[in-house]
Nanobody, 123 residues
Framework: QVQFLESGGGLVQAGGSLKVSCAASEITFFSTYTMAWFRQAPGKEREFVAAITGSGTSMDYADSVKGRFTISRDNPKNTAYLQMNSLKPEDTAVYYC???????????????WGQGTQVTVSS
């Protein structure tokens, strides 16, 4: 059973930074999976944030976070990261990591999901 342990969420003031991590366990060939981050704010649908291919050579970002967020991964550690800078109150959401075979903005493309970590940005 693939499991993800997400960490690094919390409360930060607008303009601040946070780095969330997603450590995968019980996963075979982590480096073959595209890793992605999605988020869901209260009362809103889950939305794509960023994704990175298994090799780490290709990334995709939602327009709303481009230039502020950076996705990365450390394959020997089976871990993916999301560095979030210049945070805004509208970035407040539960952030989920996920793993799939394709680089996609659609959540249906991802098979494995973490439990989520809360990120709250105060104004």
């Amino acid at each position: 059973q693939v499991q993800f342990l997400e960490s690094g969420g919390g409360l930060v003031q607008a303009g601040g930074s946070l780095k969330v991590s997603c450590a995968a366990s019980e996963i075979t060939f982590f480096s073959t999976y595209t890793m992605a981050w999605f988020r869901q704010a209260p009362g809103k649908e889950r939305e794509f944030v960023a994704a990175i291919t298994g090799s780490g050579t290709s990334m995709d970002y939602a327009d709303s976070v481009k230039g502020r967020f950076t996705i990365s991964r450390d394959n020997p550690k089976n871990t993916a990261y999301l560095q979030m800078n210049s945070l805004k109150p509208e970035d407040t959401a539960v952030y989920y990591c996920s793993a799939g075979r394709l680089l996609s903005r659609m959540d249906s493309a991802y098979r494995y999901w973490g439990q989520g970590t809360q990120v709250t940005v105060s104004s």
